[in-house]
């Protein structure tokens, strides 16, 4: 995005100068999600949506999933947060709205369960559930994070696609035992897998514009995967780990990383904060914290197929750049295919110059005109 004379941004909003709240955290007034969303989550979502049978299957499910229901069960059996129930987590969630311009708070939940985790779900009205296990083992800046992370799923729209996921995964082991009955539903949960996988690195760059603090959404991940002996773990030995996860091993390793991420709804934490910590120290990250972003007004001009440029352009710097065997055999057979189609052009090319002086030379020929080139011909023609 580039500013224009008229104070506009290239996205078509007001270039304002978002106003720091009490605690010095920023505001992005009219943000839209295209803001912060990874490229590879809205490219998975195009391919979702091209999927053969998702739009029979996601429209048969917006009408007969019990969103009612779900919210009943979390009613009767969780905690919902308020001024009098999680005071502390109420005020993270309002500020969480304030800071991306939501107006409809979504209502948030703590349900227990030993298990850290956190999760947007709903069709109509997103509903944000935290369990006690990630509430006990966070601290206050931390949690920040998380919340500003399932706010932004809010803001995206991810709770929806969310939420058939978890219905289609318990309703692959329902028919399991039925042939050729799980394969068409496990086919669109697999998609669906992936699209939410490149979907939580669009949120965790979320929770860091509501908690604008790289160190503690680094904390947040680090502490997802090894608990809370934060005392015994080191953020940049942590991030040397996802390094090595990236360069490391053969072509094998390559295979065995995608086996082992395919049955997952996340990416792998130190995957996760290594992306993140790119995009904050990336030129993206820091325009938007000067107020340049693009504004929600502007999504209806929003163009699909820019997008899937942006989307294209991300993937091939990131196969050119990427240390993993299998992208790097891929970067280095596209390098080769291009080099061969180079010379092909060129030897196509020299063919038809040749060609082209052969019939040059019957011309000559024929008028007897011995200049050479063109205008030697054109002139014997015109003779």
Known sequence: ?????????????????????????????????????????????????????????????????????????????????????????????????????????PPLYVTQDPNPNAMCIGLDQPIIVLTTGLVEL???????????????????????????????TSLAVRIAWIPLGNIAIMAIVTALREWFRKSELSADRAGLLVGQDEEASLRTLMKL????????????????????????????????????????SHPFAAVRAAELRRWARGRDYQRIMDGHYPRRDGDADASVSGAFRESAGHFTERVRTSRDPLMKLVSDVAGGAGELGGRLRDFATGQSRSRGAGRGGTDQATTGDGSPGDDGAGGGREG
């Open 1 to 105: 995005m580039t500013d224009n004379a008229d104070g506009t941004d290239s996205a078509g909003g007001i270039a304002e100068e978002p106003v720091p709240p009490g605690g010095g955290r920023r505001s992005f007034p009219g943000i839209s999600s295209r803001a912060y969303e990874h490229p590879a989550d809205r490219s998975a979502l195009v391919a979702l949506r091209k999927l053969t049978g998702f739009d029979t299957v996601f429209k048969t499910l917006s009408g007969m999933l019990p969103e009612r229901s779900l919210r009943l069960l979390f009613l009767s059996d969780s905690v919902r947060v308020g001024e009098q129930q999680f005071a502390h987590l109420h005020e993270m969630l309002l500020d969480a709205c304030r800071i991306l311009d939501v107006e409809r708070v």
């Open 138 to 168: 966070l601290d206050e800046d931390e949690m920040r994070v998380v919340i500003g992370h399932e706010v932004g799923h809010a803001l995206s729209g991810h709770a929806v696609y969310r939420t058939i996921l978890l219905f289609l």
């Open 225 to 264: 995967a090894g608990g809370n002996h934060l005392h015994e773990m080191n953020v940049d030995a942590f991030l040397a780990q996802a390094d090595e996860y990236e360069a490391g091993g053969d072509l094998r390793d390559s295979v065995l990383k995608i086996l082992n991420v395919l049955p997952r």
